[in-house]
């Protein structure tokens, strides 16, 4: 089992930048492929990014693809999600999230979830 501890959400105007971390507890970080969510109010929980074990094979949602990066360090059982060119529409609860597959872009096979961390970006 693993527990999710994210952080570094905040306010920030358009076009600023945010580096979220989700720290992760347990010996078996690396076993699992990891996950950033979202959910911004009214709306359903979206995929943003995920990253395999290694690190080697990542994918982003379309709205992000270009702005937003995702990243992991197996040796501090930590997984960043680095965001720029922010827009008001990024707003939303950013949610890490963890996976026994080595990679899936799919919610439902995340087994582990964070409290989640706020991000509001001001026009």
């Known amino acids: 089992q693993v527990q999710l501890a994210e952080s570094g959400g905040g306010l920030v105007q358009a076009g600023g930048s945010l580096r979220l971390s989700c720290a992760a507890s347990g010996r078996t970080f690396k076993s699992y492929g990891m996950g950033w969510f979202r959910q911004a109010p009214g709306k359903e929980r979206e995929l943003v990014a995920t990253?395999?074990?290694?690190?080697?094979?990542?994918s982003y949602s379309d709205s992000v693809k270009g702005r937003f990066t995702i990243s992991r360090e197996n040796a501090k059982n930590t997984v960043y999600l680095e965001m720029n060119s922010l827009k008001p529409e990024d707003t939303a609860v950013y949610y890490c999230a963890a996976t026994d597959y080595n990679f899936s872009m799919y919610s439902d096979e995340y087994k582990y979830w964070g409290q989640g961390t706020q991000v509001t970006v001001s026009s």
């Open positions: 990253i395999s074990w290694t690190g080697s094979r990542t």
